[in-house]
């Protein structure tokens, strides 16, 4: 008997998370100018967000609150939640399918798949997960007008987020992890990268949409703690929206030529 698996397989996902405001949605966009890589656009939902095109995974506002989700256990979707069956998976394909056109691969964004890689990795596993970071003072600077809490309240909770992406990274087989302040820096480089990371051909024109970074906007926003300054310095972060130098890129991929290509285009300047 043939492979149905195999012949059914028509497409893998990348999917792209991270704490609001942190560049998910830049860095979306980019992915989807890639060859063989198919996007969601002009969907009545915000930003284009997959999580709200679907009911396969409850998803409201309250699921997706920002800096109130990445620490809530309630949203944080692992192999042993119980959405780990194969209905879960058929029901995101039959929902999404209306929103993705012809490509190898399909990018689906949304801040919140910052804690649910695992599940959904469960769910299909050829998937692979590109998390963006941006400096936590900016973040907390640029949610504030949303979020009714004091700075470093929100500085905590960047810093409790990505304590538990750490955990997560671990569970994870394909998963590379990008810095806004880097991607911004950098962005013919880092869609290189992530085209190598798809094992895709490498882009011959550079980003079409003018990329920059904004973080000079939030001069004199509320600095970290120094022990804040001790947690997030394992990311590349420091007071004063300071970037520390010689972080290595983090790049999780099963073959290592993938990892290798992906890393050297990381090191471009």
Known sequence: ???????????????????????TSLLSRMIGTLPQV????????????????????????????????????AQHLT??????RLATRERLEVD?????????????????????????QQLFPLSQFVVVLRHPEAVAAAVAKWVDAPARALIDHWLD???????????????????YEDLTD???????AVAAFLDLPAPTVPPAETVSNRNAEYRGAAPLTDGQADRAGRW????????????????????????TATEACLRKD
């Open 38 to 73: 198919a996007q969601i656009e002009d969907a009545p939902v915000p930003e284009n967000e997959g999580a709200y095109l679907q009911g396969a995974i409850p998803h409201d506002a309250l699921s997706g609150r920002p800096m109130h989700f990445a620490t809530d256990p």
């Open 161 to 179: 987020a990505h304590d538990r992406l750490a955990i997560d990274l671990d569970h994870l087989h394909s998963v590379m992890v990008l810095r």
């Open 236 to 259: 590349g972060y420091a007071p004063k929206l300071a970037i520390l130098a010689g972080q290595p890129p983090i790049v999780r991929h099963p073959l290592r030529a993938v990892r």
């Open 96 to 120: 999404w399918a209306p929103w993705f056109g012809p490509g190898t691969w399909r990018v689906e964004k949304s801040p919140v798949n910052l804690t649910r890689m695992r599940l959904l």
């Open 1 to 23: 008997m043939r492979a149905a698996g195999k012949s059914a397989i028509r497409h893998r996902y990348l999917f792209v998370g991270g704490l609001h405001r942190s560049g």
């Open 186 to 192: 950098r962005p013919a480089a880092h869609l290189a």
């Open 79 to 84: 192999e042993d939640h119980p959405l780990n």
